[in-house]
């Protein structure tokens, strides 16, 4: 009996990408904080995930942030063997309220304007040129890439130098060969243009 709850352990991590099992780790710590702060002890789960998701919104969390935080709840119970009796209907209630409160706190993108602000800005924090020059190259790339934070730092995702090339009309070429929206056995893909090094060369010049 153990050698078999270790072998459906160890399908069930396979099953999930190990970024989005310690994300969900970290999510069920959190709600397993907020179960042991409550005033009154619930002996439901269906009743403390009922209770946590106007809390995540009083935070500020984004309806798409508690979602998430509601998956990795379920997987973690549903994987213990909990069958969850949840009022789905109520819950939907609860997040479309927070998506309404957050048309209100939207973040405006960032323009080409603000980049080049950025960019200038930078040799006022930092005074190494390496430093400088390499952040600088990080926000041009993650502004004309559309990069995930996790496809340009320390991750599973993260591009190495091995990934990075220069055409032969000298433009950037990245190819991702993992990403999050990257499925396994889906061909690479290439980011890279023109915009990369006129992008570059212009916020030098201003």
Not at 86 to 96: H, M, P, V
Request: charged fraction near 25%.
């Amino acid at each position: 009996m153990a050698s078999l709850q270790a072998f459906l352990d160890n399908q069930k991590d396979r099953g999930i990408a190990a970024s989005t099992n310690n994300s969900y780790n970290k999510v069920w710590r959190k709600f397993i904080d907020f179960c042991q702060a409550l005033d009154q002890k619930l002996d439901s789960w269906e009743d403390r995930i009922l209770l946590f998701v106007p809390y995540l919104a009083e935070k500020k969390y984004a309806a798409s942030t508690i979602k998430t935080y509601l998956a990795a709840i379920r997987n973690r119970l549903t994987t213990e063997g909990t069958i969850l009796r949840e009022n789905k209907y109520l819950i939907g209630l609860l997040i479309k309220a927070r998506q309404k409160e957050q048309w209100e706190e939207l973040k405006l993108p960032i323009t080409k304007y603000i980049l080049h602000r950025l960019l200038r800005a930078i040799q006022f924090v930092e005074s190494n040129e390496y430093d400088i020059a390499l952040f600088r190259a990080m926000f041009v790339t993650a502004y004309q890439g559309l990069f995930r934070i996790s496809e340009l730092c320390d991750s599973e995702h993260a591009i190495t130098s091995r990934n990075v090339g220069i055409s032969n009309q000298g433009n950037v070429k990245i190819i991702l060969e993992t990403a999050k929206n990257i499925s396994k056995g889906d061909p690479p893909k290439v980011v890279g243009s023109e915009k990369l090094r006129t992008e570059w060369t212009g916020a030098q010049q201003q």
